[in-house]
């Protein structure tokens, strides 16, 4: 996945993987080596918006020199409990979410820009 199609979708309560490829205006693999991330889900576009789930702890560099980045969000991820107490395996959950990569150097760059983030329900009505 690259960084001009980031809207995601998954089931509540399973593993959902995604693979970010970065490159430079030249076509040739962008080295992310030591980059760190923020990365945040909340319910609305507007970053005064509660934070529902940081998620830059389950970003991964696992090619730097390739520019690829991992994100993999677990089953407790996927599964949160809204604030009316119904977990998004009962109710979904659809908000936004944005990655912010910060590269050795100081440069800050979006990785992801605000995109949709939407879990579905896994009851059937």
Known sequence: MTSDNSDLTMVAGETKTIIFTRQEPDGTAQDVTGA??????REGQSPAL????????????????GGIITMTLTESDTNQTNADSLTWEVAGFS???????????GDQQMLVPK???SVTSRVSS
Do not use: C, H, Q, W
């Open 50 to 65: 509660p934070v529902i789930l940081d998620i830059a702890a389950r970003l991964l560099v696992t090619n730097g020199a």
């Open 115 to 117: 995109s949709r983030f």
């Open 95 to 105: 908000g936004y979410y944005d990655i912010l990569m910060i590269l050795p150097s």
């Open 36 to 41: 760190t991330f923020e990365a945040k889900v």
